[in-house]
T-cell receptor
């Protein structure tokens, strides 16, 4: 069973609209939770990183939230643009000494249409 | 651009062959991690190298091996290729510090096809 589950699997929205992507994880204990954006054929690019004690983190039009009690995170995208079309991957880093092993979700494929 | 470069970009091999993939890390970084990403899936951690030594390994068989060189560049070697090895192989570099919030910067990946 994947330790990081994301929903929805895919999403289509119109340019200018907002959307929220969900992430549920079972990794415990964990050190931090990250959201990455991956364009087709490219490597993932970091959007936000939050420790277990943080509730929210923003990066421009991207806002991530974290509820460590329910083991849920969300990524909210405001005023979407065509360039937001990509896969968004939730990533959890287990709390293991000296290892940066990252556990990736399968991602949400977002398509923004004009 | 992340400053992490991988080569080659695409590669076609046949079952049973061996392959070597290369990664140049971002300047100043001392840690390289390798991931396998099958189509439609999230990346899976293969292993990590820190200061030329393996520093953590995922659930991959011994035919997946790696090296890190004194300049912190890295190689991923896969022996006895199988059809299921077809995937995008991603390399990520980072600077290991006292905290665990080391941002990993990914290369564009090598697309390996095994026929």
């Amino acid at each position: 069973k994947n330790q990081v589950e994301q929903s929805p699997q895919s999403l289509i929205i119109l340019e200018g609209k907002n959307c929220t992507l969900q992430c549920n994880y079972t990794v415990s204990p964990f050190s931090n939770l990250r959201w990455y954006k991956q364009d087709t054929g490219r490597g993932p690019v970091s959007l936000t990183i939050m420790t277990f004690s943080e509730n929210t983190k923003s990066n421009g039009r991207y806002t991530a939230t974290l509820d460590a009690d329910t083991k849920q995170s969300s990524l909210h995208i405001t005023a979407s643009q065509l360039s937001d079309s990509a896969s968004y991957i939730c990533v959890v880093s287990p709390a293991r000494f000296n290892t940066d092993k990252l556990i990736f979700g399968t991602g949400t494929r977002l398509q923004v249409f004009p | 651009e992340t400053g992490v470069t991988q080569s080659p970009t695409h590669l076609i091999k046949t079952r049973g062959q061996q392959v070597t993939l290369r990664c140049s890390s971002q300047s100043g970084h001392n840690t390289v991690s390798w991931y396998q990403q099958a189509l439609g899936q999230g990346p899976q951690f293969i292993f990590q190298y820190y200061r030329e030594e393996e520093n953590g390994r995922g659930n991959f068989p011994p035919r997946f091996s790696g090296l890190q060189f004194p300049n912190y560049s890295s190689e991923l070697n896969v022996n006895a290729l199988e059809l299921d090895d077809s995937a995008l192989y991603l390399c990520a570099s980072s600077l290991k510090s006292g905290t665990s919030q080391n941002i990993q910067y990914f290369g564009a990946g090598t697309r390996l096809s095994v026929l």
